[in-house]
């Protein structure tokens, strides 16, 4: 069965410092890969995803990710945080079964920007 | 940009009441899936629905729960007898494909 760790609970980075997240998926097939930013009280917003080809994936607000099959990785990098980053952000997994898209996330990694 | 919506953002009950917690899909998506997330854990798939019929359903998703889609927009999950390990966000969804997700704000169940 497919999984995720995010290896990361809580990290803290200064506004303009770089970031990245970790992120390591297990799943027999070639996977569609998932980040997800949740802010206090919103939904989940979709930042970035990688199906195939390019295995660096550009995002919205910035984010980029990397996918790197040796490693079973995709990890999300931003070269310079803003205070707005503040959230928590989410990989998931897609598996396709019939048709049916169904994901499986992470337990998340809450990010604290400090000025 | 199109949005789902869930009613209503909180929702407090007593344990063994039944919730119906309410979801608004985009209008041209055809999946809807629900999926929850206890505090403090990772989101989790509850059920995905396409053609007026459930697609796929997690261990989760046991007799208690269950999906409607009764008028055409509105997609609805119901919990017949709430317990305490209900509590938690749970989230509505709705896809084109591939993958196109777009998730509602959630809704925070609270069992008393």
């Known amino acids: 069965a497919q999984s995720v760790t995010q290896p990361d609970i809580h990290i803290t980075v200064s506004e303009g410092a770089s970031l990245e997240l970790r992120c390591n998926y297990s799943y027999g097939a070639t996977p569609y890969l998932f980040w997800y930013v949740q802010s206090p009280g919103q939904g989940l917003q979709l930042l970035l995803k990688y199906f195939s080809g390019d295995t660096l994936v550009q995002g919205i607000k910035g984010f980029e990710a990397e996918f790197k099959r040796s490693q079973s990785s995709f990890n999300l990098r931003k070269p310079s945080v803003h205070w707005s980053d503040a959230a928590e952000y989410f990989c998931?997994?897609?598996?396709?079964?019939?048709?049916?898209?169904?994901?499986?996330f992470g337990t998340g990694t809450r990010l604290t920007i400090i000025p | 940009e199109p949005e789902v919506t869930q009613t209503p953002s909180h929702q407090v009950t007593q344990m063994g009441q039944e919730v119906i917690l309410r979801c608004v899909p985009i209008s041209n998506h055809l999946y809807f899936y629900w999926y929850r997330q206890i505090l403090g854990q990772k989101v989790e798939f509850l059920v995905s629905?396409?053609?007026?019929?459930?697609?796929?359903k997690s261990e989760i998703f046991d007799d208690q729960f269950s999906v409607e889609r009764p008028d055409g927009s509105n997609f609805t999950l119901k919990i017949r007898s709430t317990k305490l390990e209900d509590s938690a966000m749970y989230f509505c969804?709705?896809?084109?494909?591939?993958?196109?997700?777009?998730f509602g704000s959630g809704t925070r169940l609270t069992v008393v």
């Open positions: 969804a709705s896809s084109v494909r591939t993958y196109g997700y777009t």
């Open positions: 998931a997994v897609g598996v396709t079964n019939f048709g049916n898209e169904k994901l499986t």
């Open positions: 629905f396409y053609n007026n019929e459930i697609s796929e």
